[in-house]
């Protein structure tokens, strides 16, 4: 090595891979972004009230703030996840559960509802939205209560379903989701979006709370079906009635309530992979984007991932090393769980700690098997992976040599979704705190 390469080799490949995970938290910073989204000349004649809800509610909140006309009007309520809360002046931040929801956030609904409903003609509606809103933003419609939508929640969570389907279920159970909110107000809305899910669609983000929602009461009730899922008699109640048409749906696309509604998307998981692979190329390492909507459990993914790797080390094809491969997107871990803990709660007691991204990361490791040169980075752009303090971790070639000479086998954590604890004993944990952002997980395997 020379020049820059003088360091460590592992030293020089964990500095490049943070690198680029920093450069990917920049580009999607609410706070650099949301200004030029603002409708500073275009203010309302009567009351602007601002609704937001997900991890990047209090900087997007914060930002508009710090643009808005200082002789204008402005109000809201905003509610993100404890911890992620920021000190405003107009607008109240409420700090609620997720990825559960709780009271405080029923109690922010039911109060930012009360509030939309007052807006007129010539009032505005400002909705900040992000990720983790759909379980901040909970209002479970009349007959269902917050713990019954805590349970059916944790078992969707924990069943393998995707984001998609989650959200579906959700819509179907909230007062405000999948298109109620917007429907409740009778002001013109916009609404910011910052996505974390595969594809940008505002009607999976925060369960599009101001968007059409193509699902119906039958899709939800199919998707409790297929998964095994026993929720509470209240909730499948509301399900087959819907189902059945006893129930007003979901406003639909094509809906009038949606002409005066605009949803535009700001920050997308694309554009901070785009600002990654920048950085590489600033660092003299070439980058290749393989995508920004890889789903599918996260194990498996990493199987497909480390046999690219294998082609690319052993054959240079079809990248000769040195080269960044980068993603992003939202793959899903099934949880392996103990037995329920007699109130149906499945996976109310979980055999390990972790996340989809150290999930991920310990099942390339044990694909590659100490294979050299190989260096990866997987971390939720939001600095949580799963439950967990950690954003995601980094796996080296001599990973699961340094584990097992420690007494740690690398297969029986992976076997009892334990991966937080294989990487926090190897010191390897990546930890940043709340970034106030998410566009989803960010993957970067390093081929020196």
Same mark, same amino acid.
């Given at each position: 090595?020379?020049?820059?390469?003088?360091?460590?080799?592992?030293?020089?490949?964990?500095?490049?891979?943070?690198?680029?995970?920093?450069?990917?938290?920049?580009?999607?910073?609410?706070?650099?972004?949301?200004?030029?989204?603002?409708?500073?000349?275009?203010?309302? @004649? #009567?009351?602007? =009230?601002?609704?937001?809800? *997900?991890?990047? %509610? &209090?900087?997007?909140? +914060? /930002?508009?703030?710090?643009?808005?006309?200082?002789?204008?009007?402005?109000?809201?309520?905003?509610?993100?996840?404890?911890?992620?809360?920021?000190?405003?002046?107009?607008?109240?931040?409420?700090? @609620? #559960?997720?990825? =559960?929801?709780?009271?405080? *956030?029923?109690? %922010? &609904?039911?109060?930012? +509802? /009360?509030?939309?409903?007052?807006?007129?003609?010539?009032?505005?509606?400002?909705?900040?939205?992000?990720?983790?809103?759909?379980?901040?933003?909970?209002?479970?419609?009349?007959?269902?209560?917050?713990?019954?939508?805590?349970?059916?929640?944790?078992?969707?969570?924990?069943?393998?379903?995707?984001?998609?389907?989650?959200?579906?279920?959700?819509?179907?159970?909230?007062?405000?989701?999948?298109?109620?909110?917007?429907?409740?107000?009778?002001?013109?809305?916009?609404?910011?979006?910052?996505?974390?899910?595969?594809?940008?669609?505002?009607?999976?983000?925060?369960?599009?709370?101001?968007?059409?929602?193509?699902?119906?009461?039958?899709?939800?009730?199919?998707?409790?079906?297929?998964?095994?899922?026993?929720?509470?008699?209240?909730?499948?109640?509301?399900?087959?009635?819907?189902?059945?048409?006893?129930?007003?749906?979901?406003?639909?696309?094509?809906?009038?309530?949606?002409?005066?509604?605009?949803?535009?998307?700001?920050?997308?998981?694309?554009?901070?992979?785009?600002?990654?692979?920048?950085?590489?190329?600033?660092?003299?390492?070439?980058?290749?984007?393989?995508?920004?909507?890889?789903?599918?459990?996260?194990?498996?993914?990493?199987?497909?991932?480390?046999?690219?790797?294998?082609?690319?080390?052993?054959?240079?094809?079809?990248?000769?090393?040195?080269?960044?491969?980068?993603?992003?997107?939202?793959?899903?871990?099934?949880?392996?769980?103990?037995?329920?803990?007699?109130?149906?709660?499945?996976?109310?007691?979980?055999?390990?700690?972790?996340?989809?991204?150290?999930?991920?990361?310990?099942?390339?490791?044990?694909?590659?098997?100490?294979?050299?040169?190989?260096?990866?980075?997987?971390?939720?752009?939001?600095?949580?992976?799963?439950?967990?303090?950690?954003?995601?971790?980094?796996?080296?070639?001599?990973?699961?040599?340094?584990?097992?000479?420690?007494?740690?086998?690398?297969?029986?954590?992976?076997?009892?979704?334990?991966?937080?604890?294989?990487?926090?004993?190897?010191?390897?944990?990546?930890?940043?705190?709340?970034?106030?952002?998410?566009?989803?997980?960010?993957?970067?395997?390093?081929?020196?």
């Amino acid at each position: 090595m020379t020049g820059r390469r003088d360091m460590n080799a592992h030293e020089y490949a964990r500095q490049l891979l943070v690198g680029s995970f920093s450069a990917a938290l920049a580009a999607a910073d609410p706070l650099h972004i949301m200004p030029r989204h603002l409708p500073d000349s275009l203010l309302p @004649a #009567g009351r602007t =009230l601002v609704a937001g809800a *997900g991890k990047a %509610a &209090a900087a997007m909140a +914060l /930002a508009v703030e710090n643009h808005w006309p200082k002789n204008a009007a402005l109000d809201g309520i905003v509610l993100t996840r404890y911890g992620h809360g920021l000190p405003l002046e107009k607008i109240t931040v409420v700090e @609620a #559960g997720h990825p =559960l929801p709780d009271e405080q *956030g029923e109690s %922010a &609904a039911r109060t930012l +509802l /009360a509030e939309v409903k007052k807006l007129g003609p010539d009032d505005l509606l400002l909705c900040l939205l992000s990720g983790g809103g759909s379980s901040l933003l909970s209002l479970p419609v009349a007959g269902i209560s917050l713990s019954q939508l805590r349970v059916v929640t944790r078992e969707l969570l924990g069943c393998g379903a995707t984001i998609q389907e989650i959200n579906t279920v959700r819509k179907h159970l909230s007062a405000v989701q999948g298109g109620r909110l917007a429907a409740s107000c009778r002001a013109p809305i916009l609404a910011l979006i910052v996505s974390d899910v595969t594809g940008d669609d505002p009607t999976h983000i925060a369960s599009g709370p101001c968007a059409p929602d193509p699902t119906t009461y039958l899709d939800a009730l199919a998707i409790i079906e297929g998964y095994g899922i026993h929720p509470a008699g209240a909730i499948m109640d509301t399900l087959v009635a819907g189902a059945r048409g006893q129930l007003k749906e979901t406003p639909k696309p094509g809906d009038a309530v949606f002409n005066r509604v605009e949803n535009r998307v700001i920050a997308t998981a694309h554009v901070s992979l785009l600002a990654a692979a920048e950085y590489f190329h600033t660092q003299d390492i070439p980058a290749v984007i393989l995508g920004d909507s890889v789903t599918g459990e996260a194990r498996d993914v990493a199987k497909v991932y480390a046999a690219l790797v294998k082609e690319v080390r052993q054959y240079g094809h079809p990248w000769k090393p040195p080269v960044a491969l980068i993603s992003g997107g939202e793959t899903t871990v099934t949880l392996r769980a103990k037995e329920p803990n007699g109130q149906g709660e499945r996976g109310a007691d979980w055999n390990g700690h972790g996340g989809r991204n150290t999930e991920f990361l310990l099942s390339l490791g044990i694909e590659l098997d100490g294979a050299e040169g190989v260096y990866a980075l997987a971390c939720d752009t939001d600095g949580i992976d799963g439950t967990e303090n950690n954003a995601g971790a980094i796996i080296t070639p001599d990973s699961l040599r340094r584990a097992k000479e420690g007494g740690a086998h690398a297969s029986a954590f992976l076997a009892t979704n334990n991966t937080y604890t294989f990487f926090q004993q190897l010191d390897d944990l990546i930890v940043t705190g709340p970034t106030r952002t998410n566009v989803n997980d960010y993957r970067a395997i390093l081929v020196l």
